[in-house]
């Protein structure tokens, strides 16, 4: 028996996003899109995914503005490992990427192998 529509499936992530949201309206939510970790690099890489055309909530954005001040914390003070975190905007083949840098600032569009390099924890714009 499925007990989540198609929209419900495709909007919470997982059922446990879904079962926090019956729960109190004064939290916000959000759902990471993916994490990577490049052992011989020590990079730790937390991105979140949009389509072009496709905005970010101004709660999820309050909530990444929060771990990428903890996180750039964190880059000071560890030396042995090194936190990224980016919201790239693209479409399937993703042969053009827009990188924001959460805990820099900076935004940059990749093409081709350079889009290639950063989804392989390579490159970091």
């Excluded at 490049?38 to 389509?51: A, D, F, T, Y």
Aim: proline share 2%; glycine share 4%; with cysteine.
């Amino acid at each position: 028996m499925q007990y989540r529509t198609d929209k419900e499936l495709n909007y919470y992530g997982s059922d446990y996003n879904k079962y926090l949201s019956t729960l109190s309206r004064k939290m916000t939510v959000i759902n990471i899109d993916c994490l990577q970790y490049k052992r011989s690099k020590r990079i730790l890489r937390i991105v979140e995914s949009k389509h072009i055309g496709e905005k970010t909530k101004q709660s999820q954005r309050e909530i990444l503005h929060l771990l990428s001040i903890v996180l750039g914390y964190c880059n000071n003070i560890a030396k042995r490992l090194m936190f990224q975190l980016y919201i790239v905007t693209g479409n399937y083949p993703y042969d053009e990427l827009q990188v924001e840098n959460l805990i820099t600032g900076t935004k940059t569009t990749l093409y081709n192998d350079d889009v290639k390099k950063f989804s392989e924890l390579d490159l970091s714009p």
